[in-house]
């Protein structure tokens, strides 16, 4: 069973119409909820962590918000260079790793 | 901006062969990591090191494997007598404290075993 659920699977926006992206967890004692960008053939790119629910966090067009159960990635006015799968990971409690989501791959098109 | 450095970019090696993925992580960090991705499948971690030992391993990092720091800079991944499913991308990562701050990964080494 996974720990970390993203939806969708794939998204496709005109360039400036915004979205949201979903990751929901089915855990308790969430110790953090990460957010990583990544671009095909490439690493993982660091965006925001969130701590606990309410928590709101902003970069440029992207802003991700926590709740106890879910987050979301809001996208606003995305443009063609936000292209990329955006990851979703949790950290559960003390030494264990992040767990990653399958991730949703966003398309933007001019 | 500090990097984390993988190399090489891309590895083609036989089946049953041994192979070494070096990693540089960034230099004050403490706590270094190893995952994979196969193709279209989600980011999947192998093994946490910290202070010159193993912390965690998932059931994928078995006998098969090894991490080493063999010196103040340098973190390896050995792979002995691969398999056609190790092929994928490994992600070397670092991190300044541990598991609750956001790690920093590596641009990864595709690894092909034909």
């Known amino acids: 069973e996974d720990q970390v659920t993203q939806s969708p699977e794939a998204l496709r926006l005109q360039e400036g119409e915004s979205s949201s992206l979903n990751c929901s967890y089915t855990?308790?004692?969430?110790?953090?909820l990460f957010w990583y960008r990544q671009d095909p053939g490439k690493g993982p790119e660091f965006l925001f962590t969130l701590y606990s629910a309410g928590e709101e966090k902003e970069k440029e067009r992207l802003k991700a918000t926590l709740t106890k159960k879910e987050s979301f990635l809001h996208i606003t006015a995305p443009k063609p260079e936000d292209s990329a799968t955006y990851l979703c990971a949790v950290h559960l409690s003390g030494n264990t790793p992040l767990v990653f989501g399958k991730g949703t791959r966003l398309s933007v098109i001019a | 901006e500090p990097e984390v450095t993988q190399t090489p970019s891309h590895q083609v090696t036989q089946m049953g062969q041994e192979v070494i993925l070096r990693c540089v992580p960034i230099?004050?960090?403490?706590?270094f990591y190893w995952y994979r991705q196969i193709l279209g499948q989600k980011v999947e971690f192998l093994v946490s090191f910290y202070n010159n030992e193993i912390s965690e391993k998932s059931e994928i990092f078995d006998d098969q494997f090894s991490v080493e720091r063999p010196d103040g800079s340098n973190f390896t991944l050995k792979i002995r007598s691969t398999k056609l499913e190790d092929s994928a991308m490994y992600f070397c990562?670092?991190?300044?404290?541990?598991?609750?701050?956001?790690?920093?990964f590596g641009s990864g080494t595709r690894l092909t075993v034909v």
């Open positions: 855990v308790s004692g969430l110790r953090g």
């Open positions: 990562a670092s991190s300044p404290e541990g598991q609750g701050y956001g790690y920093t």
């Open positions: 230099s004050n960090h403490l706590y």
